[in-house]
């Protein structure tokens, strides 16, 4: 089985449109949202939700007024203000690091776990889609992204499926180490602008950090021809392939409103030059 993984250093530069039409594309494959703090391949795949799972991470204080004598020293010790002078607990202050339970003296404290989103195990027209949905202030989008990988790794080792396309975070934090980690290729769509090319560098250097094999593809190519070429060069000295490039069409955008991926929507001209870049990718 192959793990393919598209990132951008930056978001906005067609990552989710791209996995889409790999994913209409490609046979015999498991798809997965690693995106968990901002999920959207879901709005052009429609998943039919299977399994829906809790991810649970981290505690919360909570303040038993039954027992609690009102010392003061739980506020006292409080590094993140987290318990105001009636003794009530702000959720989203509080860090869970357990000090407060500790140094109660009438051991009014418990700790209650977060339930921080969910996962889920969904059908599509594509094949299975596994994906999920980080809690609003949410942590630890990481330990999510490594969850659903790990199942989208067996389902795919269960139905000897040939491929595991992920769309991958975008920039260069924690979900997207996870992401990439233990990937086979990592796909890195990037446009021709300034932005683009400072944050496909960077992104670039955190592949090269974990050894993963990259192709790089430039997006809406012929808007700035010469920042395109920019690209190339930058993607030359760094021994980078591109693995092709598309064209700006004003029917990738219909093909979003539509809700389908755009190689099933788009003009001759985008869809081949899609399918070009999947084949590559499939072949290396």
């Keep these: 089985m192959k793990r393919i993984t598209v990132i951008s250093g930056k978001g906005g530069t067609g990552k989710t449109v791209l996995t889409a039409s790999f994913a209409s594309l490609a046979r015999k494959r498991v798809l997965v949202d690693c995106d968990v703090d901002a999920a959207d391949l879901h709005l052009l795949l429609h998943p039919h939700i299977m399994e ?20 003061g020293r739980c506020r006292e ?15 989203i202050s509080c860090e869970g690091c357990l000090l407060c339970s500790r140094i109660c003296p009438a051991e009014a404290i418990e700790m209650e776990e977060n339930l921080a989103g969910e996962w889920y195990i969904s059908d599509t027209a594509y094949g299975p ?3 999920a949905r980080l809690g609003i202030g949410g942590e630890n989008s990481g330990k999510l992204v490594t969850t659903i990988k790990k199942r989208a790794q067996e389902i795919a080792q269960e139905g000897g499926y040939d491929y595991m396309i992920m769309d991958g975070p975008p920039g260069i934090g924690c979900p997207v180490f ?3 980690s233990g990937s086979d290729t990592a796909v890195v769509v990037t446009e021709p602008t300034l932005s683009g090319i400072h944050d496909m560098e960077r992104v670039l250097d955190v592949a090269a950090h974990f050894g993963i094999d990259s192709h790089v593809v430039i997006n809406k190519h012929d808007l700035h021809r010469g920042n395109a070429q920019a690209i190339v060069s930058l993607c030359k000295a760094r021994d980078v392939s591109i693995a092709g490039y598309i064209p700006f ?31 590559r990718v499939a072949s290396l």
């Design 129 to 131: 889609l596994v994906h």
């Design 249 to 279: 069409s004003l029917a990738i955008n219909e093909a979003i409103v539509q809700m389908v991926p755009p190689v099933e929507y788009c003009n001759p001209d985008v869809s081949n030059a899609i399918a070009d870049i999947w084949n």
């Design 52 to 71: 829906t799972h809790q991810f649970i991470y981290g505690s919360t204080v909570r303040i038993d007024s039954d027992l609690c004598v009102e010392c």
């Design 178 to 180: 996870a992401a990439l």
């Design 77 to 91: 010790v409080c590094r993140f203000s987290a318990i105001d002078v009636n003794y009530r607990v702000d959720s």
